[in-house]
């Protein structure tokens, strides 16, 4: 152990943590721990009991921080092949195994302290190129000649228990791990391709999940309308959006309004996304005929009050969410479609009847993600003609400046710093129910709504007040936007 600092694994291990002139302890610190503390210190240490959590929060603190952040995984590749086997193991260990373990630890944990949702791996014919998807958008790792892409996705194969002999199909698999206490799921999948095997990662933080209203970006009537809807007795709330616009993250959000003692919460999901204390949840399996139709038969067979279905994609779990929700529960669920008002000709498409959409639909949550500006740099300027006109179409008075991205060191010179939601929230009154039922076509639908600002409008309020910027809106609605 070098000098003044113990080694990641032994701190956590013995539930101890060095903090200056402090001494952090977990619940289960060992005596071993404290002696060996405090010969590494060499003085007289003051002890601070933690619980749990905060320990494994300092932990992960104290160790990200002194392990330093590394820009792309500098490291030798002439020597003998990696190891195979063994459990994953916490990725803040120190590396002392082969390069091709280093290199993968590296990118697994460059990822998750970036907060990427997604990491990608591809051959190509100059070499062997790394890339994460951070805020919705690409960002490079690395793109080099010496990195031996076989070694590298063959060691991923290894720790997702995959089959390194087969490279002509594709796989999929899931690799645990763990960063300083933080339980990641990591899901990955590899498809074959000229230079070799491509790999994408999807990465899941899974001490996430459960969202505040707040954080999510809604505004105070849209978190009043979800707040209502999620305490209904019965019927369907459906999240609608383009992948990655963050439906999964608002359902999330619905069951934790819905979640009370007196309720039974059961959910289907492919993939189960996010661990949620006190809700019983089920991983779809395709393979063995687990399908989200016979899931969901299966869960109203065990006295449920509210089901999540991951998602409605074929007539089966749309018949039989809806029969569901007519005989008493309250369903959530997702749909791809571009608007609130299509959710409802989506449903039609895929083969349910107008009036049982009309008894059982509630609410439709249609949303976006974007980037929000970074409040370090972002600057400010006048609106050109072209965001003069974008705003004039939606009805909305132009505002006398707009901020822009710039970039700095606090956003990795993106000028962008996380992201927020944009929502359009159609609560199904009763002219609109009575549209549905006689099944009215989407013009009578939207005059049965009536005036309401589209989901542009929202975000180019949003844009109007700097929280992000014009382009960044026209970059996730197309040029609709302007």
């Known amino acids: 152990m070098s000098a003044g600092r113990l080694s990641f694994a032994f701190a956590r291990d013995n539930q101890v943590i060095l903090d200056g002139a402090r001494l952090l302890l977990g619940p289960e610190a060992t005596a071993n721990g404290l002696r060996e503390a405090r010969r590494v210190a060499g003085r007289a240490l003051d002890?601070?009991?933690?619980?749990?959590?905060?320990?494994?929060?300092?932990?992960?603190?104290?160790y990200d921080a002194q392990g330093g952040e590394e820009t792309g995984p500098e490291v030798a590749f002439d020597l003998e092949d990696a190891?195979?086997?063994?459990?994953?193991?916490?990725?803040?260990?120190?590396?002392?195994?082969?390069?091709?373990?280093r290199l993968v630890n590296q990118l697994l944990r460059q990822a998750v302290r970036a907060r990427a949702s997604d990491l990608h791996l591809e051959p190509h014919e100059a070499g062997f190129r790394a890339r994460?998807?951070?805020?919705?958008?690409?960002?490079?790792?690395?793109?080099?000649?010496?990195?031996?892409a076989r070694r590298v996705v063959s060691r991923l194969k290894v720790?997702?228990?995959?089959?390194?002999?087969?490279?002509?199909?594709?796989?999929?698999?899931?690799?645990?791990?763990?960063?300083?206490?933080?339980?990641?799921?990591?899901?990955?999948?590899?498809?074959?391709?000229?230079?070799?095997?491509?790999?994408?990662?999807?990465?899941?933080?899974?001490?996430?999940?459960?969202?505040?209203?707040?954080?999510?970006?809604?505004?105070?009537?849209?978190?009043?309308?979800?707040?209502?809807?999620?305490?209904?007795?019965?019927?369907?709330?459906?999240?609608?959006?383009?992948?990655g616009s963050g439906k999964t993250t608002t359902l999330y959000s619905l069951l934790r309004l819905a979640n009370r003692h007196e309720r039974t919460i059961l959910t289907i999901e492919d993939p189960v996304e996010y661990d949620l204390a006190g809700i019983s949840q089920t991983q779809v399996n395709p393979e063995i005929g687990l399908t989200f139709a016979r899931g969901l038969?299966?869960?109203l067979r065990q006295d449920p009050d509210v089901i999540l279905v991951g998602e409605i994609r074929d007539s089966e779990t749309a018949q039989?969410?809806?029969?569901?929700?007519?005989?008493?529960?309250?369903?959530?669920?997702?749909?791809?479609?571009?608007?609130?008002?299509?959710?409802?000709?989506?449903l039609r498409e895929l083969g349910v009847e107008g009036y049982l959409i009309s008894a059982t639909l509630r609410g439709v949550v249609?949303?976006?993600?974007?980037?929000?500006?970074?409040?370090?740099?972002?600057?400010?300027?006048?609106?050109?003609?072209?965001?003069r006109d974008a705003f004039a179409a939606e009805g909305l008075p132009p505002p006398d400046t707009l901020r822009h991205p710039q970039g700095c060191a606090a956003c990795d010179n993106?000028?962008?710093?996380?992201?927020?939601?944009?929502?359009?929230?159609?609560?199904?009154?009763?002219a609109l129910s009575a549209a549905i039922d006689n099944d009215a076509s989407e013009v009578r639908l939207r005059a049965a709504i009536g005036p309401r600002p589209s989901l542009i409008a929202k975000a180019l309020a949003r844009v109007a007040s700097g929280e992000t910027s014009f382009g960044e809106v026209r970059r996730v609605f197309g040029e609709r936007a302007g």
């Open 159 to 243: 720790m997702a228990g995959l089959d390194i002999a087969e490279t002509r199909l594709p796989q999929d698999g899931r690799i645990p791990l763990r960063l300083g206490g933080r339980a990641i799921d990591v899901r990955l999948s590899t498809l074959p391709g000229h230079h070799g095997e491509r790999v994408v990662m999807r990465l899941l933080d899974r001490s996430g999940g459960l969202m505040a209203l707040d954080r999510l970006g809604l505004t105070d009537d849209d978190a009043a309308t979800l707040e209502r809807l999620a305490t209904l007795p019965n019927g369907i709330i459906l999240a609608t959006g383009p992948t």
């Open 297 to 299: 038969r299966s869960i």
């Open 132 to 148: 994460m998807r951070v805020d919705g958008t690409m960002q490079p790792v690395f793109d080099r000649r010496d990195v031996p």
């Open 47 to 62: 002890p601070a009991p933690l619980e749990r959590e905060a320990f494994d929060a300092a932990l992960a603190r104290a």
């Open 366 to 387: 249609a949303q976006r993600l974007v980037r929000r500006l970074c409040p370090e740099c972002a600057r400010s300027a006048p609106p050109t003609p072209e965001e």
């Open 320 to 346: 039989v969410a809806s029969e569901a929700a007519l005989t008493g529960h309250l369903v959530f669920s997702s749909l791809h479609a571009n608007t609130a008002l299509s959710a409802i000709v989506r």
């Open 83 to 101: 190891p195979q086997g063994g459990t994953p193991r916490d990725l803040l260990e120190d590396p002392e195994d082969a390069p091709v373990i």
């Open 414 to 430: 993106t000028g962008f710093s996380g992201r927020i939601g944009i929502f359009d929230i159609l609560d199904v009154s009763e």
